[in-house]
């Protein structure tokens, strides 16, 4: 961790970054239209390199409204084959590092058959199916307490923030229940079926790992997804992750008018 956080001060210039923001499938455009400086993930020890068609694995720092942001353009993800502890081991650099605002984005697949493809839906809680959590194994009292509350991962004061800001940009934007599974496959429809009767609205592969680690850290965490489909079909649709790239690119202006407004708002 030491070496970690070293590499990146010396290599962002001592950057002191307030705000982090992870961007999921299709959503990196971002960190390319604001880039002051940037890390692939490969150089940065203890990171992993991603291997998803849409991450580009790159650490990007920018002034954003005057905001110090660094974004991770691209994640990795359990059913990549890597560890609960990987994944979410940015998110212990990004306290290390001083930010203490995380917003999580992803793509996600709809359970609410109101949703529809290129809505976008503020996470106000998480149902965790990934069947591990990212924060079994020794703890680190430095980062947080053993048994952190997960009463309120999403901030209630981030998400009216949030829905402020969508209505001042007339996005007609969702609040609900995301629900998260280890992947890579899609769910069949009687897990979409379950999914409904607990609650969920969308579901997706990743997200809930982050979002532990972040408030087990004492961050303030905001998550957005963009639905990218509906979840799994009867009627013999196929899904697939070009629809998913596709969807979210449709999307992106909306995405990116959203999160630079929330930033704006911070």
């Known amino acids: 961790m030491d070496k970690t956080v070293e590499f990146i001060e010396k290599t962002s210039g001592g950057f002191k970054p307030e705000i982090a923001i992870i961007l999921g ?40 409204y005057g905001k110090k942001v660094v974004m991770m ?15 979410t081991y940015p998110v212990k650099v ?38 591990t959590n990212p924060l079994i194994g020794p703890n680190d009292e ?4 053993r048994f952190p509350d997960m009463s ?8 009216e923030l949030a829905k402020k800001c969508a209505h001042e940009l007339s996005i007609d934007v969702k609040e609900g229940v995301y629900l998260a599974n280890s992947g890579p496959c899609y769910e069949t429809p009687a897990e979409i079926h379950m999914a409904r009767l ?3 609205d969308a579901v997706g592969m990743s997200t ?19 639905i990218s489909n509906a979840a799994s ?5 196929k899904l697939s992750h070009a629809e998913v790239i596709e969807t979210t690119n449709k999307a992106k202006a909306k995405f990116k008018s959203f999160i630079l407004k929330i930033i704006e708002n911070l």
């Open 233 to 237: 079909s009867h009627n013999g649709d």
């Open 94 to 131: 990004m306290k290390k590092l001083g930010v203490e605002t995380f917003i999580l984005t992803n793509a996600a697949g709809a359970v609410n058959e109101t949703y529809k493809p290129s809505d976008l839906m503020i996470l106000k809680d998480h149902i965790n199916c990934m069947g």
């Open 25 to 64: 499938s299709g959503l990196g455009e971002l960190a390319d239209e604001y880039c002051d400086i940037a890390i692939p993930y490969s150089e940065i020890p203890g990171f992993i390199k991603s291997t998803v068609k849409g991450h580009k694995g790159r650490l990007v720092f920018a002034e954003i």
């Open 152 to 159: 309120e991962v999403y901030k209630k004061e981030l998400r």
């Open 198 to 200: 607990f609650g969920a």
């Open 142 to 145: 430095t980062l947080g307490e």
């Open 208 to 226: 809930v790992p982050e979002a532990i680690v972040a408030n087990y850290c004492g961050l303030r965490v905001l998550g957005i997804s963009c």
């Open 73 to 87: 353009q691209g994640r990795n993800h359990f059913y990549e084959g890597h560890t609960m502890q990987e994944i």
